[in-house]
């Protein structure tokens, strides 16, 4: 036997799937060889293959010739030029410093450090003005933290220790072109390549762990090689689970094993790995949505926590992961929490706005990078670059009604579900889109600013309840400003006709929801729609709110109407059901239906015309929650008799 030593040179710490193979036998040896650390084994006389497939790297391979009478011991090098070099320190380093500094670090940086905190995506709107390529790197909250030269190439690293939360590299082009975002996570290092010409392109933007393990096991996957990334899996989590419990790991190299363990048919080593993680970074984003995923796979309920804080790291836009993994995990699990509410009958806005607004920066992320990097038009408004409407001129934009609005159709469709109390920007090369509250409470108020704003005035702008169904119309005033009254926490959407047509022509699919608050037990609430009455009162002597619906049109045919309710801002809205008679029906035939405490305020909705069928989704759910607070006998009777017709189809 000949004691055979496998070397490879390459950043240290570095492991390489290896392969060894007896060409006589046939027999393949796997093993994981380290970078520094020379990997033995005894070998008995024989030819062998060594094959090496280093991360990032194309495959190599070299052949042992092991004598029957050989040497005590053979070594066997491979040595690799690393195309991704991580510097020693924890500060950017500029690899050719241009002696003059750049426009943009001229503008923006009398010293290295921010003499106080920018509002978000003030230094951004500042660099887009430049001509030519900026670079600077951004806090969460999108303040400046250190503009940058741009030269031919450029790292940027942070070190493991410190915060948590990640910082982002931003790369512009000027005021006419997207900016890019690469999240920066603490221990990671992030290179920058700036196109050859000040205009020829936005130059390349790559962050990669500086934890070599973590390294590799991302650089095997972005290549798919997936049997090289099972193979040094063990090693890896030795590795790194080592440092973390010896209080010297950190989370980006942490959440790469996770997101790589989620895939492994073993869920519970996935499991076991995040209550590791979950005890070592507690203030990690990446960490906190994984140990939320766990909660939502197990039996029963999924619990109030895990539900308000996947809703609120989105709302909070400074909660986000920073792995584009994460970023998918945080849909699906905010996918899988919209299909139960609908299957319980149930409605929650916040959860749909947060849907949205996760779809918007998936759809702007780059698909190959492993950590969420995206165009926008700044830090928490991504755009896909095909959705950037095309650059014209002022002037042709304001003589051309038209094309204006089309660009405002655009922008109303980028910037998504609004929701009262929450505001939300949108920033496009022609035009800004700003929803909020009115300073003085009455309603909230849509503002439009750009190049065009006077092509503008007067135009319609339609506030589109969830799932389609019309609230009210504005038209944009000489301000570029348009009210609306959307109740607290409702959520809607912003759409604009195209072309602009006078009011009594805006057609938009029927029907209308609406929202209302009720604001005390002493008081009667009453809604009239064009084919329905609703009236909500307080039942004397009991702690409920009656809802009762009566038609306003005769001769009218069997239905249904749709209402909700939900006593809490943060709670989803729970659907009832309240059955319609037809032209046969009972004389006083009104279907009532109880629903939350009168002695406290109750958000409610209904929609305001009968509809022929209820939603598939839920409809068992909705008949049996209606079935438990009808308030008369001829509405019990309805729905239990369409519940027996349901039980009959199932079986």
Sequence with gaps: MTLTRVVVALSPGTPVAAEILDTDSGDVRSAV?????????????????????PPGLERVSASVVVPPEGPAALTVDFAFDDPHPTPGSGHALPTDRP???????????????????????????????????????????GT????VEVTDEYVVSRPAAGEDRSAYICVTQGRDHLARFVSLPANCVGRIRSPAQPEGGEGDVTVRPADPDARALLDYRAQGRLSAAAAVTDHVVRSIGARIEAGQGDPAAGCAVAYHLMDHPERDRARQWVRLLADAFPTSDDVSLLASWFLLEMDGPVPREARERLITAVEAGQGLPVY?????????ALERLGRSDRASGQWDPRLTSATHTVNTYLLAADPVNPFVSYTGTGLRTPLVAEDAPTIVSGASLATDDEGSVRV??????????VTAGIQRTITLPLVTLTWGDRPDGGGQMLSVAGRG???????????????????????????????????????????????????????????????????????????????????????RGADRWRLTARRRV??????????????????????????????????????????????????????????????????????????????????????????????????
């Design 33 to 53: 060889v380290v970078s520094g650390r020379p990997f033995e084994t005894e070998l008995p006389a024989g030819t062998y293959v060594v094959r090496l497939a």
């Design 99 to 141: 002696v003059n500094p750049s426009p943009l670090k001229r503008l923006l940086l009398p010293g290295t450090r921010r003499k106080a905190a920018l509002p978000p995506n003030e230094a951004l709107r500042t660099a887009r003005e430049l001509q030519g390529t900026g670079l600077f790197v951004c806090d969460a909250d």
């Design 144 to 147: 400046l933290l250190r503009p």
């Design 324 to 332: 584009l993994a994460g970023l998918r995990l945080l849909r699906t």
């Design 408 to 417: 405002l159709a655009k922008a109303l469709d980028l910037l998504g579900t």
């Design 453 to 539: 704003t006077r092509a503008w005035v007067g135009l319609g702008v339609v506030l589109v309840g969830a799932e389609g169904w019309r609230m009210e119309v504005a038209r944009l005033s000489d301000a570029g400003t348009a009210t609306f009254s959307l109740p607290s926490s409702a959520t809607a959407k912003l759409v604009t006709p195209e072309p602009a047509e006078p009011d009594d022509a805006v057609v938009v699919p029927p029907p209308v929801l609406l929202h209302a608050a009720a604001s005390g037990p002493e008081q009667d609430h009453r809604v009239v729609t064009p084919q329905l009455e609703f009236l909500l009162e307080p039942v």
């Design 554 to 651: 005769h001769e009218s045919a069997a239905g249904w109407v749709l209402v909700g309710q939900r006593s809490a801002a943060d709670r989803p809205y729970k659907t009832f059901a309240l059955p319609l008679g037809g032209e046969d029906a009972e004389l006083g035939a009104e279907p009532t239906v109880l629903l939350g405490k009168a002695s406290a305020p109750l958000d409610w909705y209904m929609v305001p015309e009968p509809v022929d069928e209820l939603p598939p989704a839920g409809r068992k759910a909705i008949l049996l929650r209606s079935l438990a607070r009808a308030a008369d006998a001829w509405t019990r009777k309805a729905i239990q008799k369409m519940l027996t017709a349901l039980t009959a189809e199932e079986g």
